[in-house]
């Protein structure tokens, strides 16, 4: 468990299960996520293309699932769930897929993985829990360890090397001796990933100062009150508020010309960052070097 194994073969175990297809002659899949993000798209494209490679799903009902439709399939049901980023739906949503006899949900998100976790342990049979886009499974509670979990729980983790990241950040601007970051304090995600920047910056005699928001209304003046500070860069955590709220953290620091250094994915420079580096293979998520070739060759 937490290791970087394919998703979907977990996933086609636990459909194969007898306990789990008993309860229905074709199993069915919720796949619930937080909110609409690129990084969750590309996890998604790749369960669904995994399932009509395995023959799962056919050819059309693929593609009525990546235009975001549920099926009722030949082989097997599946129904998104969408929390729009908001924690009371993401809790009514969880709910709802059970009432709607999930036999496997598939969780992209801390946040929404912590509900179902939460949600299923009281089941007699507690229903099967694959979850992605997870960092810190540890800290959130989801897991004690690797081998100390809830039987019905596995996923895959993506861990950004923050040490190597801010290397990089570094041989870009060598001179920066103060720096800022800015951290969902309700995110076990971007708590944990803001708490290992800040110790690998002092790591390299760094001074740092952080701003805990709650919400998107909460950044800009975060980050205002970070340029008071007089810091000389700011550097993002992974989270689920940030990457959203990048055009309102970018125009601040533009404004003050304070570099951005984004630890969650190349992509974000496109949105403003300095530099960006950090885990950006989120459709092979998982995948081992044997079920990638042959999800190239079908692709191809």
């Known amino acids: 468990m937490l290791k970087k194994y394919l998703i979907v073969l977990v996933l086609l175990a636990l459909l194969m ?25 590309a996890i998604e494209s790749m369960i669904l293309h995994m399932l009509q490679v395995y ?31 908001d924690l009371t ?17 598939i969780s992209l998100s801390t946040p929404v993985t912590q509900i179902a976790v939460n949600t299923t342990l009281d089941q007699d049979e507690p229903t099967p829990i694959i979850f992605g886009m997870v960092y810190n499974p ?5 897991a004690q360890s690797a081998c100390i979990k809830p039987t019905h729980v596995t996923g895959s983790v993506n861990a950004p090397t923050y040490e190597e990241i801010f290397r ?15 951290y969902n304090s309700a995110d076990a995600d971007s708590v944990s990933s803001a708490e290992a920047l800040i110790e690998i910056a002092e790591a390299y005699g760094l001074e740092v100062e952080s701003a805990a928001v709650i919400g998107f209304s909460d950044l800009r003046p975060a980050v205002q009150g970070l340029v008071s500070k007089e810091i000389e860069a700011i550097v993002l955590p992974v989270d689920h508020t940030v990457p959203l709220g990048l ?21 974000a420079v496109a949105y403003g960052a300095a530099v960006s580096a950090g885990f950006s293979r989120y459709f092979a998520q998982g995948l081992s070097r044997r079920d990638a070739d042959l999800l190239l060759e079908w692709r191809a």
């Open 17 to 41: 299960a007898p306990s789990t297809l008993a309860q229905a002659d074709k199993a069915t899949v919720a796949l619930l996520r937080f909110g609409e993000r690129p990084v969750f798209a």
């Open 55 to 85: 023959d799962f799903i056919t050819t059309d009902e693929l593609f009525k699932l990546e235009a975001g439709e549920d099926i009722e399939g030949e082989n097997l049901n599946v129904f998104w769930g969408d929390a729009d980023f």
């Open 89 to 105: 739906i993401a809790n009514t949503m969880v709910a709802a897929a059970l009432d709607r006899g999930a036999d496997v949900i």
């Open 138 to 142: 540890y800290q959130a509670g989801i």
């Open 168 to 182: 990089i950040f570094q041989i870009q601007y060598p001179d920066i001796q103060r720096v800022g970051t800015v």
């Open 247 to 267: 055009p309102i953290i970018t125009q601040v620091a533009n404004e003050n010309l304070i570099p951005i250094f984004h630890a969650d994915s190349p992509g």
